[in-house]
């Protein structure tokens, strides 16, 4: 009897060990893959020129929260209202979880770079009738006394040089049907570079401080679409916007009043919460919400996934308990088709997170979120983009691949004739 009760223990204490082992997983979720449709360089993940711990692909899951896991309702006061109506309302959202992981610090020899020039450029920075002058390197206001003062720090928050994103971009809408785009995202920056010379500045005779280029591969009808977009170190210069349809073979000047007109396609992303905000702060008034311990994804996984028919990307990712700033933005436009906007954004690198747009009403129009894995020299990817039009049911999820930072961009590549070499149309 004696015998029989210790190997009953030890049997006990086994599966005990067992279970422990597993709790740490993540579950599968149904579903969840890459489901792009057609046989090219966007057919499959690749890692590009960054490189990931592995440890980022496999983390222990502390607890769940959402499909096939915990009630939501505990977490509310973690999340943004955006992403509670998501995940608890799965039938018409689809599955969507939170496994929260451990926070990782960050590091690696960018973010030292980006720290030490937080520390040698301090004071030098200041803020002119809503505009940054005097910045070169760095958080331009390492402890913000304001909103206007939070909103530079986002507009200047870490980041690479330069970058060449191609994503797979997958459009919803209410009724579960899928359209598939190829988007690239490309960019270079001509003030807080780290790594690429010119650095910290490059110095430019037309004054530029950010070119983006937009590209369009795949569906065959949208081949060699091209948005190219210039802002300025100048808080009277509207942004500049050319758009190529090669359907015209012609390129079409916009006009800044054009910001909040959708991207080519039927995305739910126009060019004003382009990264999630991208607009002129000198055009909103701040209020600084506060500072808030929240969940989101600093330390994801590198590889995104999607499921076929349902909304948004990267619907099983890992997030962390990280310590965020809240700032609302108000346009100082009446006219201004948005009422505000919430910005949620990391308290020490200041990437976005989330940005919440509200119609004139008040209501909750559009989202945008951002779910990022750390390169090890601790440039942060976004590898998971999406926005969504809340009111429409509708989304455009992004899955990025191949992604290529730091490359020597320069101003010429950005020229339309340099593009259409480059994305070639049909």
């Not at 993540?26 to 440890?55: C, F, I, L, Q, V």
């Not at 020039?117 to 070169?136: P, Q, R, S, V």
């Not at 785009?181 to 010379?197: A, H």
């Not at 990712?317 to 009446?334: A, F, R, S």
Request: hydrophobic content about 35%; overall charge neutral; proline content about 7%.
């Amino acid at each position: 009897m004696k015998k029989g009760f210790i190997f009953l223990g030890c049997f006990i204490v086994t599966l005990g060990f067992i279970s422990f082992a597993n709790a740490g997983m993540r579950e599968p979720m149904e579903g969840a893959g890459w489901h792009y449709p057609w046989k090219d360089t966007y057919s499959e993940w690749k890692p590009g020129n960054m490189k990931y711990d592995e440890e980022l692909f496999n983390q222990d899951v502390i607890e769940a929260y959402g499909w096939e896991a915990e009630d939501v309702d505990k977490i509310k006061d973690m999340i943004p209202p955006s992403m509670y109506i998501i995940l608890k309302n799965p039938d018409i959202w689809g599955p969507r979880r939170i496994n929260v992981t451990a926070y990782r610090e960050n590091k690696g020899y960018l973010w030292d770079r980006f720290v030490k020039a937080t520390k040698e450029y301090k004071d030098t920075a200041k803020i002119d009738k809503g505009w940054l002058i005097n910045y070169t390197a760095g958080v331009p206001f390492p402890e913000p006394k304001d909103g206007i003062e939070a909103l530079w720090n986002f507009k200047q928050h870490f980041r690479e040089d330069d970058r060449i994103l191609s994503a797979v971009t997958i459009i919803t809408n209410r009724g579960g049907q899928v359209r598939y785009q190829t988007s690239d995202g490309n960019l270079m920056y001509f003030d807080g570079r780290l790594e690429k010379s010119p650095k910290p500045l490059y110095k430019s005779p037309n004054n530029e401080r950010r070119i983006d280029a937009y590209a369009n591969a795949h569906p065959y009808e949208m081949r060699g679409t091209l948005s190219v977009i210039t802002q300025y170190d100048d808080p009277e210069m509207d942004d500049s916007f050319w758009l190529y349809l090669p359907a015209l073979r012609r390129v079409r000047r916009l006009s800044a009043a054009q910001r909040t007109d959708r991207l080519p396609g039927g995305q739910d992303l126009m060019w004003e919460n382009f990264d999630v905000f991208n607009g002129n702060p000198s055009k909103y008034n701040c209020k600084l919400m506060g500072k808030k311990e929240m969940l989101f994804v600093h330390n994801g996984d590198p590889k995104g996934s999607w499921i076929h028919g349902k909304h948004l990307s990267g619907p099983n990712d890992y997030y962390q308990k990280v310590q965020v700033y809240i700032n609302e933005l108000t346009p100082k436009d009446p006219d201004f088709p948005f009422s505000k906007v919430i910005l949620y954004t990391d308290s020490k690198t200041w990437v976005p997170y989330y940005g919440e747009w509200y119609d004139k009403e008040g209501k909750l129009y559009l989202f945008s979120q951002f779910q990022y894995a750390p390169n090890k020299n601790g440039i942060f990817v976004a590898v998971v983009m999406n926005h969504v039009d809340m009111q429409k049911i509708h989304s455009t999820g992004y899955a990025v691949t191949d992604p290529k930072f730091n490359t020597g961009l320069t101003p010429d590549y950005f020229k339309v004739d340099s593009l259409k070499m480059a994305y070639p149309s049909r």
